[in-house]
């Protein structure tokens, strides 16, 4: 309290024998006659204070919306770790540095690294949130360390064991660090951040890898420039007619061939972006994503061609499904300038790059 105001609480003392037998406020130094008009005099300070005070459940509210906002942080996350099968509490920020570390190579851009901080960050809180895929595959937790069903996830010592060093590993925390709490919303709303190493050229319409997804604004195809000159833009691998007919066989045991691959191998129809939509193997079709997963290629841009009569080489463009932001693509797009921001608006049509609401 000020000490300045202490002459204020000595004049209306009550020390014994200073202020005896008087009244200093002057207020009741005659009796009051309780007429009518002296009760409404009485009462209306009261009459005033109700309506001016707000009234208890306003008070309420603001007071609620003080410590949501003061409350932002840390956020931690549930994460069920596949190679040890063990479900633990990880920091949000820490958890995204490992899964940074393993999703992307750190010598990419900068600009491309953060731009998958903010995807991995998307990607986790949105499925904490019951958002976007299943608990089940993980035991409940938030997110598992499987990259074909969430997100790839490394520590410190591993990533330190397989090549990295300490400054690499600085490089991909600063990443984290300098987008912290920075998300991706469509329509409000946290986005499904699905991405993907290379997209052969162009990415995917959701709708064309999961038909049961449906469309989803944000996630169409779109042209990615430069992607040509990583590893990971085009494939080979040679299979023999035989192997390929064993793996038919071994899911559609009624499947009936021809025996000649140029006869029981056709193409039916490709998505917008050039992808396999739908192709023919003997009697049976199948979407161009079975195929892929049948016999582990690296996506469903596919190309064909007949070394001998039993061969069959598979020429595949980009790696992964082709859905949402190419990694590649990210690094080239860094090189070339972009922003982490503008990376991110470049895949994902349409979204908003802005801090975590709570
Ligand atoms: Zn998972």
């Given at each position: 309290?000020?000490?300045?105001?202490?002459?204020?609480?000595?004049?209306?003392?009550?020390?014994?024998?200073?202020?005896?037998?008087?009244?200093?406020?002057?207020?009741?130094?005659?009796?009051?006659?309780?007429?009518?008009?002296?009760?409404?005099?009485?009462?209306?300070?009261?009459?005033?204070?109700?309506?001016?005070?707000?009234?208890?459940?306003?008070?309420?509210?603001?007071?609620?919306?003080?410590?949501?906002?003061?409350?932002?942080?840390?956020?931690?996350?549930?994460?069920?770790?596949?190679?040890?099968?063990?479900?633990?509490?990880?920091?949000?920020?820490?958890?995204?540095?490992?899964?940074?570390?393993?999703?992307?190579?750190?010598?990419?851009?900068?600009?491309?690294?953060?731009?998958?901080?903010?995807?991995?960050?998307?990607?986790?809180?949105?499925?904490?949130?019951?958002?976007?895929?299943?608990?089940?595959?993980?035991?409940?937790?938030?997110?598992?360390?499987?990259?074909?069903?969430?997100?790839?996830?490394?520590?410190?010592?591993?990533?330190?064991?397989?090549?990295?060093?300490?400054?690499?590993?600085?490089?991909?925390?600063?990443?984290?660090?300098?987008?912290?709490?920075?998300?991706?919303?469509?329509?409000?709303?946290?986005?499904?951040?699905?991405?993907?190493?290379?997209?052969?050229?162009?990415?995917?319409?959701?709708?064309?890898?999961?038909?049961?997804?449906?469309?989803?604004?944000?996630?169409?195809?779109?042209?990615?420039?430069?992607?040509?000159?990583?590893?990971?833009?085009?494939?080979?691998?040679?299979f023999?007619w035989?192997e390929i007919k064993k793996k038919v066989?071994?899911?559609?045991?009624?499947?009936?061939?021809?025996?000649?691959?140029?006869?029981?191998?056709?193409?039916?129809?490709?998505?917008?972006?050039?992808?396999?939509?739908?192709?023919?193997?003997?009697?049976?079709?199948?979407?161009?994503?079975?195929?892929?997963?049948?016999l582990?290629?690296?996506?469903?841009?596919?190309?064909?061609?007949?070394?001998?009569?039993?061969?069959v080489?598979?020429?595949?463009?980009?790696?992964?499904?082709?859905?949402?932001?190419?990694?590649?693509?990210?690094?080239?797009?860094?090189?070339?300038?972009?922003?982490?921001?503008?990376?991110?608006?470049?895949?994902?049509?349409?979204?908003?790059?802005?801090?975590?609401?709570?």
């Amino acid at each position: 309290m000020d000490r300045r105001n202490y002459g204020v609480y000595r004049r209306y003392s009550k020390k014994p024998g200073i202020n005896k037998g008087k009244d200093y406020t002057g207020l009741f130094r005659e009796r009051i006659p309780l007429t009518p008009e002296n009760i409404f005099l009485l009462i209306l300070p009261l009459l005033l204070m109700l309506i001016l005070v707000p009234p208890p459940k306003d008070v309420v509210a603001e007071q609620a919306e003080i410590p949501i906002e003061e409350n932002v942080e840390p956020i931690s996350i549930v994460v069920f770790y596949n190679n040890d099968s063990v479900i633990d509490k990880a920091d949000l920020e820490e958890y995204l540095i490992g899964v940074v570390a393993a999703e992307m190579p750190h010598s990419y851009n900068q600009e491309a690294l953060k731009a998958q901080a903010v995807a991995a960050r998307t990607f986790a809180v949105s499925r904490a949130r019951g958002l976007y895929g299943s608990f089940s595959e993980h035991f409940g937790a938030d997110v598992c360390t499987d990259s074909s069903h969430c997100q790839s996830w490394i520590s410190m010592d591993e990533f330190l064991e397989t090549g990295g060093n300490e400054t690499d590993w600085a490089k991909i925390s600063q990443a984290v660090a300098s987008t912290k709490n920075i998300v991706m919303t469509y329509a409000g709303q946290l986005i499904n951040p699905l991405y993907h190493s290379n997209s052969g050229g162009a990415t995917e319409s959701i709708e064309a890898v999961w038909s049961n997804l449906g469309e989803v604004p944000y996630l169409k195809s779109v042209y990615s420039p430069d992607e040509s000159v990583y590893n990971e833009f085009e494939g080979s691998t040679v299979f023999t007619w035989d192997e390929i007919k064993k793996k038919v066989k071994n899911k559609y045991p009624k499947v009936e061939f021809k025996n000649d691959p140029t006869q029981d191998l056709e193409i039916i129809s490709y998505t917008s972006s050039g992808r396999i939509e739908k192709i023919r193997l003997g009697s049976i079709e199948m979407p161009g994503t079975e195929l892929r997963e049948l016999l582990n290629l690296p996506s469903t841009n596919l190309e064909f061609s007949f070394p001998d009569e039993n061969s069959v080489e598979i020429i595949s463009k980009g790696f992964g499904h082709g859905v949402g932001m190419s990694q590649c693509g990210a690094d080239a797009l860094g090189k070339k300038g972009y922003s982490y921001k503008e990376i991110l608006e470049f895949y994902y049509t349409g979204i908003s790059v802005e801090e975590l609401r709570h």
